[in-house]
């Protein structure tokens, strides 16, 4: 029996493992600091620039020759129009794929064909779906250069992601919940319905609004579409078309033009002092993307209250 | 007949190649059919996963209204051949069936046949309790509902929370999600969910493998008390709680021991405890292997 | 191999029947011994070893017990065990048995001997044979063998009412030998309950083999 009381401080082969494990864990505290840094001082370099301008008008006016009063109305409406259409056109196509492939689909090589090519799918450049969309939907279904024509473009554009988002979403769900159902005599649908649908909500919804910011923020491919930059009015139907059908989709397919375009007009103009409407604009889209997200949160943390 | 030597060490019993020779078949008075009425007859039962052979010619005698208990060693195809009497097995995409479940005389493999009412009529109860992420009313009410058992819905679960013996534990806080229940409540509640479709028949995977000793002890006096009304097929690897709980015991073997997914001893649990025909049954359940 | 300490546990609580088994025996033979050569010492020592015996048989008891209770002992190692549990308290009433015998050779020592003693020794041979044959039916897990011993009791039997009517015959000829017979008859007695503690243990050997206790000593009476 020892008389001497243990020594449990670190030495020799423990500290150097211990002084390791520190180390590394600064290095890992500096890998995230130095995106978030460059966030920062992008942010802080945006705001700076678009200070003069952070005022209401960016969003409420429309396009003016004068910086001190221009806004991105008509693009705001124009994105949000489009939107609009590629979550109708994309959301159900997605989600119902999805459920497909993940509860219905029987095991085969046509299966396993879909997958790859999905996968492949999301890998596409936008650039790629804007002229596919020119072909398709502007061409041959003639809708021109409209905000169904750009809608249907994006919505092209982030099916495949939206897929395998809610492909995730949907493995995700215990097998046990499914298995439970199934054993008290539900159906395949009913299953899906009630038990991995509900549960795999929260993950779809990540999947939705993740792909929603990314065609939110689509230039390129609308560009091949024929979004303008110069407009003066509010693109789409008007409000009061809601209740008149050929109306509404009249107004559908008008010319358009979205946000990043405005944005993207004002920065190579040669009047140096739009970079501050610009920036003002950048900002209004970064605030309409996190409301998105803050949005998706929501509806997540609602669904997984149980 | 078995020895003793002199000095007493215990011969014979336990010898490696005894285990690994495979004995091809089990003779005949090693599966013995119940002398009573027949509720589920297995013939030539056969499950394959791919390539893999699990179970292979089961033939089998379920009684009515008793509980029939099915052992073996892990990886024996005991879960399998209970998946297959409730079409279970038809959600695994690689397993293939053969032979016949006569259930009520008729064959529940039979093309004419719809899974999803077997599964009504034949409940499951798995070895994790998996409550749904609902409250506890709609936890029960679950099943009545997909199903369209029409009726008063408050009757209808509390009359499965009573039988499943959850009643008087939860009955002031039905609204209460099903996952903030104890293990063993769960599992009860997975239970009064089964019974809330009117089976009469139910499945048993390894109830209370994940639950601890007083759970597990109430979970088996409630099997005695339902077996009066149902009859019960339990999987379990808990010898002492299939001869505790069971009328009726199957041992079952796997692929490694030389057979494949094969019945070696069926017979009263009594019989099968204390006197098991088969050398193979008495080694497996003195633990002398598996 | 699985359950090692279990098996010698097993193995264990059988050698210390057998020993007690073997004490037993030799209890009944010298018991017999001390009769015929009116030997007080030994008549003695076989009263004292009694209390070994008994102790024996308590302490087996007890480790039956435990390994029920610690084991869960199934199938044929739950016969085994209860086997033991039974033989032993077979085994302890024989030696109590002999140990009666011991007492009445100390009584009857300062006696000469009613008449030459021919039956009952001829009684204690056959029933030691008997218990000698059980334990090694036990041994052997002979079912056989024991339904054999088994039989062996109707000459015990047999014997026992050839004492009984000719010790009768000595009372009813002469009164004064009404003490001395009427231990003699004891001595019978203790020794046909000797040999039929025996048949117990062939019992219990076939439950062992077979699994199912048969009453196999059916009385020809």
Redesign the interface.
């Known amino acids: 029996m020892s008389t001497q009381p243990v020594i449990l401080k670190a030495r020799g082969a423990v500290a150097r493992r211990q002084l390791f494990s520190r180390f590394s864990r600064y290095v890992f505290l500096l890998a995230t600091a130095i995106p978030v840094t460059i966030l920062l001082v992008l942010t802080y370099d945006t705001v700076q620039t678009a200070w003069p301008r952070l005022d209401w008008g960016i969003i409420s006016n429309y396009p003016s020759r004068h910086w001190e009063i221009t806004g991105y109305r008509p693009g705001i409406v124009g994105s949000l129009w489009i939107l609009g259409v590629t979550v109708f056109a994309s959301f159900p196509v997605a989600i119902g794929t999805a459920i497909w492939i993940e509860e219905f689909a029987p095991k085969s090589r046509l299966l396993t064909i879909v997958k790859i090519n999905l996968a492949n799918l999301a890998g596409v450049p936008s650039i790629i779906y804007g002229i596919l969309g020119l072909t398709i939907f502007v061409r041959f279904y003639e809708m021109e250069r409209s905000i169904l024509a750009a809608g249907f473009t994006l919505a092209l554009m982030i099916i495949p992601m939206t897929v395998i988002a809610s492909q995730e979403a949907i493995r995700q769900v215990p097998p046990s919940l499914r298995d439970g159902a199934l054993a008290l005599g539900a159906t395949r649908w009913q299953a899906v319905r009630h038990n991995v649908l509900p549960n795999a909500i929260p993950g779809i919804m990540t999947g939705v609004i993740l792909a929603t910011s990314r065609a939110a923020g689509e230039t390129a491919a609308l560009i091949m579409i024929g979004g303008f930059t110069f407009i003066r009015f509010d693109p789409g139907p008007s409000p009061a078309d809601i209740v008149n059908p050929s109306a509404f989709y009249d107004g559908l397919r008008e010319s358009f033009t979205i946000l990043p375009i405005q944005i993207y007009g004002d920065t190579i103009n040669s009047q140096l002092d739009f970079r501050h409407a610009a920036a003002a604009g950048i900002i209004a889209l970064m605030a309409g993307v996190m409301t998105l997200n803050l949005i998706a949160a929501v509806i997540r943390e609602r669904f997984r209250r149980f | 007949?078995?020895?003793?030597?002199?000095t007493?060490?215990?011969a014979s019993r336990?010898v490696a190649a005894d285990i690994i020779a495979p004995e091809p078949t089990p003779t005949e008075e090693a599966i013995r059919t119940p002398a009573e009425p027949a509720l589920f007859r297995l013939r030539d039962l056969g499950v394959w996963y791919g390539s893999k052979h699990a179970v292979s010619e089961i033939n089998l005698d379920i009684p009515l209204n008793r509980v029939t208990a099915l052992i073996g060693p892990s990886g024996c195809g005991k879960s399998t051949m209970l998946r297959c009497l409730?079409r279970?097995n038809d959600?695994i995409?690689t397993a293939r069936v053969e032979g016949r479940v006569e259930y009520h005389g008729a064959n529940i493999y039979d093309r004419s046949v719809d899974p999803?009412?077997v599964?009504?009529?034949i409940?499951?109860v798995?070895q994790?309790p998996?409550p749904?992420?609902?409250?506890i009313y709609d936890n029960v009410a679950?099943?009545a509902r997909?199903?369209g058992i029409k009726g008063n819905m408050d009757e209808i679960v509390e009359s499965a929370l009573r039988r499943a013996a959850l009643w008087e534990e939860v009955k002031g806080e039905l609204r209460k999600?099903g996952?903030a229940l104890s293990g063993g409540q769960q599992q009860r509640l997975?239970i009064a969910?089964?019974l809330a479709?009117q089976p009469d028949v139910i499945l048993m995977d390894e109830p209370c493998s994940a639950l601890d000793p007083i759970a597990t002890l109430k979970i088996e006096d409630l099997i005695r008390e339902l077996v009066q009304n149902y009859t019960i097929i339990i999987v379990t690897h808990n010898?002492?709680q299939a001869?505790r709980v069971s009328d009726y015991t199957a041992f079952m073997l796997a692929a490694e021991h030389g057979v494949n997914g094969r019945l070696v001893e069926y017979g009263p649990t009594t019989?099968i405890?204390?006197?098991?025909r088969e050398k193979r049954?008495?080694d497996y359940?003195?633990?002398?292997?598996g | 191999m699985t359950r090692a300490v279990f098996e010698r546990q097993l193995t264990e609580i059988q050698e210390d029947m057998l020993v007690m088994a073997g004490m037993v025996e030799t209890a009944i033979t010298q018991s017999i011994e001390a009769l015929r050569l009116r030997d007080v010492a030994l008549a003695r020592r076989i009263i004292e070893n009694d209390k070994e015996i008994n102790r024996k048989r308590y302490e087996c008891e007890e480790r039956c017990i435990e390994l029920i209770s610690l084991q869960a002992p199934l199938a044929s190692d739950l016969r085994t065990i209860i086997s033991v549990l039974h033989i032993t308290v077979d085994l302890e009433r024989m030696a109590d048995h002999a140990e009666g015998i011991a007492k009445i050779a100390l009584k009857l020592s300062d006696e000469p001997p009613l008449k030459p003693y021919i039956d009952i020794p001829r009684m204690a041979e056959v029933a030691a044979r008997m218990l000698s044959g059980a334990l090694d039916a036990y041994k052997l897990r002979d079912a056989v063998r024991a339904r054999e011993i088994i039989e062996m009791d109707d000459e015990v039997d047999g014997l026992y009412e050839q004492v009984y009517r000719e010790l009768l015959t000595f009372m009813i000829d002469d009164p004064k030998t009404i003490q001395r017979a009427t231990y003699l008859i004891w001595v019978a007695h203790n020794l046909e309950r000797i040999a039929d503690r025996s048949t117990n243990i062939c019992e219990r050997v076939v439950y062992l083999v077979e699994g199912r206790v048969y009453d196999l000593n059916v009385s020809k009476y």
Do not use: W, Y
């Not at chain 2, 405890?273 to 098991?276: A, D, E, G, L, Y």
């Open positions: 007949m078995k020895e003793l030597d002199e007493l060490a215990p336990a409730n279970m959600l995409p999803v009412e599964r009504r009529r409940g499951m798995f994790k998996n749904f992420p609902k409250s679950f099943g997909v199903n999600s996952l997975c969910r089964a479709v010898m002492q001869a019989e405890f204390t006197n098991p049954t008495e359940i003195t633990g002398r292997f």
